[in-house]
């Protein structure tokens, strides 16, 4: 009951993933991403331990077919998951389980991929990419809420949404952005309220972890009083 953009930018090589679910808490079982690894989506019937095995597969340098391929070899339930990765070179592999429920599939291309279960058709994959690709020099970041804003606006899934979640990782070890609305009566939209309050902070929290001397938010960016 999932739609999620997986992207990776080739002129910086972020990595990200923004998702939206009927389930409850989406961002702490769908996206699993790492910098100069790979991003990867775990959904349908998510398995949280998969993203870690992946995650491992790539640091072993496993390219993202062979790591969809691992872990449905070693997943016996591997038809009731749908799979997404995309690896540090752009390389992207999706899977999409038999048992997944209508309308379910994916889209893959090189640096994107748009794959969701549960959808009212496959249009929504559709309007996921096309939302990514007009948002063409916009950050990173603002691309994947536009992706997903798409595949909202375009009817999203059967029953709606509860969760949406957004991701982004940079060169740091630490992401650039983690944002999550675990419960909402429009997730989406409120994770876009979070996103344009944050968007500002972005770069100044990123200094902050690295040096303490910097100062608080509200004087370091004008406007901002948290």
């Not at 997944?100 to 748009?114: K, S």
Request: proline fraction near 6%; glycine fraction near 10%.
């Amino acid at each position: 009951m999932t739609f999620t953009a997986i992207a990776r930018c080739p002129e910086t090589r972020q990595l990200g993933i923004a998702t939206a679910t009927r389930s409850l808490a989406v961002g702490a079982r769908v996206p699993h991403v790492r910098a100069r690894l790979g991003a990867v989506a775990i959904m349908a019937i998510a398995d949280p331990r998969l993203g870690h095995m992946a995650i491992r597969l790539l640091r072993l340098g496993y390219r993202a077919p062979a790591v969809i391929d691992e872990l449905v070899r070693g997943d016996p339930h591997a038809e009731y998951r749908q799979l997404g990765v995309i690896d540090d070179s752009g390389f992207a592999a999706a899977r999409t389980g038999k048992m997944n429920r209508d309308w379910a599939g994916h889209h893959v291309r090189d640096n994107f991929i748009a794959l969701g279960n549960v959808l009212i058709g496959e249009h929504i994959l559709e309007a996921i990419e096309t939302g990514y690709e007009a948002a063409a020099g916009a950050p990173f970041e603002e691309r994947l809420m536009r992706a997903i804003e798409a595949g909202r606006d375009a009817g999203g899934q059967h029953g709606g949404q509860n969760s949406a979640a957004l991701v982004v990782y940079g060169d740091d070890f630490f992401p650039k952005v983690d944002l999550r609305v675990d419960v909402h009566d429009e997730p989406v939209g409120e994770l876009r309220r979070v996103f344009d309050a944050f968007s500002p902070a972005i770069d100044y929290y990123a200094e902050r972890q690295r040096d303490p001397r910097v100062p608080p938010l509200h004087e370091a960016v004008p406007g901002k009083g948290y």
